[in-house]
């Protein structure tokens, strides 16, 4: 087991519906050691490509981003979840859908901080149906910039997401794969990695 499946077997807690709580340490609670050991985990992952920028989503990818974009010494951008109705000309939007929360955000970034010339790592913290991820894409191919990889923390494996992505030819890392998880016994069962 890497760092982060061994600290999702010791804090992550497994609820039923197939969720994975993790929020004493990834996502209400943060411990930063462990978001430096994932920042350089996906700074040797993305070594030959020539990223000059990261992007995420509000709320949780903000930190992972943020920690992951001083191992890279680059900037990081946040598509923000707007309701609102009157978008202007100024943004890159996409219609995103949360299966979890069953409800359309739209996602928004301004176009004065993504453009051709940019070379893209996406980092979120959940990888699960990948409509959040699809939705930073669209963002990046508006934009005319290139998504150079994927980054994420934790993949539920047995969720369509990671495959839909894989198959569109994207470099996707995930630190840790969730294959199964069971409630009963709190169980989680990785995929196993290189
Ligand atoms: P998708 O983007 O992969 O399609 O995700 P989905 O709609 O299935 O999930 C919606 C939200 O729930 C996402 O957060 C996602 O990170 C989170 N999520 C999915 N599965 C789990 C899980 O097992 N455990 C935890 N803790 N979270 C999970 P969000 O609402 O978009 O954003 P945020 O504000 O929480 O960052
Ligand atoms: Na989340
Ligand atoms: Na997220």
Redesign the pocket.
């Known amino acids: 087991m890497n760092f982060l499946e061994e600290r999702i077997v010791k804090d992550g807690v497994v ?1 039923a519906g ?6 004493s340490f ?2 209400h609670q943060m411990d930063m050691r462990l978001f430096r050991q994932m920042g350089e985990e996906f700074k040797r992952r993305f070594a030959d490509k020539p990223i000059n920028k990261i992007l995420t ?6 930190g992972i981003a943020c920690v992951a974009a001083e191992c890279f010494d680059v900037p990081v951008v946040f598509a923000k ?1 707007s309701q609102s109705v009157n978008i202007d000309g100024d943004v890159y939007v996409s219609e ?6 069953k409800r359309v ?1 739209r996602v928004i970034v301004s176009k004065k901080f993504l453009g051709p010339e940019d070379h893209i790592l996406i980092i ?12 930073l894409i669209s963002i990046v191919d508006q934009a005319g910039g290139t998504v150079e990889g994927i980054g994420i923390a ?1 993949e ?1 494996g047995f ?1 369509p ?1 990671g495959a839909k992505i894989r198959e569109m030819g994207y470099p996707l890392e995930s630190l840790a794969i ?1 294959e199964s998880m069971d409630d009963a016994t709190g169980t989680v069962v990785f995929r196993p990695q290189p």
């Open positions: 609820k197939n969720i994975l709580k993790v929020d990834l996502n989503i509000e709320a949780s990818g903000i979840k995103v859908e949360s299966f979890t929360h955000n979120d913290d959940f990888l699960a149906n990948g409509c959040a991820l699809q939705g934790i539920k969720q997401g969730v």
